[in-house]
């Protein structure tokens, strides 16, 4: 067998195997994290008072704010498509990492300005969510190396 030969048999078994693949389950979860995705970018984006009634959105401060989140929500909700597009469940595990700390982080910082409300526990069960399709992506990839 040739060096290019061996190249080729590493390659396909490596990048292209059908067994490691994204669990029916994950990749549900994640078609609903793309929709919610969608209509938070959107609120964000072009209408925070749907979300934050009390928002004051007078300011460049408070527009830039608002538009920027929503500019990250599509970010995350585009890796979450490639992922799931591309049946890679590597990507779809550092993706949802990702996404676990910044749904941490937003409680924290909810809980700081807010206190505790409908909002931090929504970001808890979402997190919870995302944590559990991690353990079943991780379990996946430590299956098929």
Known sequence: MTNKNKIYQIMNNQNFSNKSTIPTAVTIFTWILICAGCFFFYVYTFHPSISFPNANLETYSAKMGFASAGVRILGSVLALIISVLAKNPRWLFITLISRIFIELGD????????????????????????????????????TNP
């Open 107 to 142: 409680v924290v910082v909810g809980f700081i300005l807010d206190g505790v409300t409908a909002n931090t526990f929504a970001l808890i069960v979402l997190a919870s969510a995302e944590i559990w399709a991690v353990l079943r992506l991780w379990k996946v990839i430590k």
